[in-house]
């Protein structure tokens, strides 16, 4: 019975993590790796590894929702493939890299990163603060470097890229359209590296739980898989439907208050 309670809670933080995902337009990651810290947490996930479960299964479910969002954005025109391939080389090894760093912090010191990451996003939101359009293209080796940060930061706290992505494909005189098509598609790789790398460096880790594969915990990934997606469509047509700065100015003071908890905890 306990089992089956935990799968339906699982599905309940896929429906609210795909409903405010599309509700605010923001990845699913913000959300997810703070709701998993307090699921694990109550199963009695010890705190020395929790936070790194918890980013590592934020990651393994993206990389399934990212490839549903790349695929449509893709099948749309919105992926620019010149500046995503250029990006591809960096994104692989900042993923890897913010895995091995994610790895040799403490739970506790990366859960305050996370809090600190949080907030920069919540206070960006709180001011309406968008992305700068530019018009000049950076090298081959400039966006490489630019994929490497966005790939460690992005697995280093679990979260699919779209935050950092965004606005420096606007820099590169992106749309709007195209830096969301593109950006989308930045996230499957990083998630994918991000994972696999997450289940290497907790492989056989003495405090891990059952049913994970290093820090991938599969009973929450297929539960918020299988129900983040659709509920993401009805977020998003709640967006249409509320008003945009009541729902930034909502979400910006709940991300503020995950990142307090997490600075305090």
């Given at each position: 019975?306990?089992?089956?309670?935990?799968?339906?809670?699982?599905?309940?933080?896929?429906?609210?993590a795909g409903t405010m995902a599309g509700l605010f337009g923001v990845g699913g990651g913000l959300i997810i790796v703070p709701a998993l810290v307090l699921a694990f947490g109550l199963q009695g996930v010890r705190d020395e590894i929790v936070m790194h479960v918890a980013v590592g299964t934020s990651l393994a479910t993206i990389v399934v929702t990212g490839a549903s969002s790349a695929l449509g954005h893709y099948r749309r025109g919105s992926v620019y493939m010149p500046w995503f391939l250029a990006l591809?080389?960096?994104?692989?090894?900042?993923?890897?890299?913010g895995v091995f760093v994610a790895g040799s912090l403490s739970g506790t010191l990366l859960g305050a990163l996370f809090g600190v990451f949080?907030?920069?996003?919540?206070?960006?939101?709180?001011?309406?603060l968008a992305p700068k359009h530019g018009a000049k293209t950076?090298?081959?080796?400039?966006?490489?470097?630019?994929?490497?940060?966005?790939?460690?930061?992005?697995?280093?706290f679990g979260i699919g890229?779209?935050?950092?992505?965004?606005?420096w494909l606007s820099r590169c005189g992106a749309s709007m359209t195209q830096a969301v098509g593109t950006s989308a598609a930045c996230g499957f790789p990083i998630a994918l590296f991000g994972a696999l790398t997450f289940m290497?460096?907790?492989?056989?880790?003495?405090?891990?739980?059952?049913?994970t594969t290093g820090f991938v915990m599969w009973p929450a990934v297929l539960g918020i898989v299988v129900t983040?997606?659709?509920?993401?469509?009805?977020?998003?047509?709640?967006?249409?439907?509320?008003?945009?700065r009541l729902l930034r100015l909502a979400f910006a003071t709940l991300l503020a208050v995950v990142g307090v908890r997490f600075l305090l905890a």
């Open positions: 019975m306990n089992d089956v309670l935990t799968l339906a809670g699982y599905l309940g933080l896929g429906a609210a591809l080389p960096g994104l692989m090894l900042g993923a890897i890299a949080v907030l920069l996003v919540a206070l960006k939101m709180a001011l309406g950076p090298g081959r080796v400039g966006m490489a470097v630019a994929g490497t940060v966005i790939g460690g930061i992005s697995a280093l890229g779209g935050t950092l992505a965004v606005p290497v460096v907790g492989w056989q880790h003495p405090l891990l739980p059952g049913w983040s997606v659709p509920f993401a469509r009805l977020g998003v047509k709640l967006a249409h439907r509320l008003p945009a």
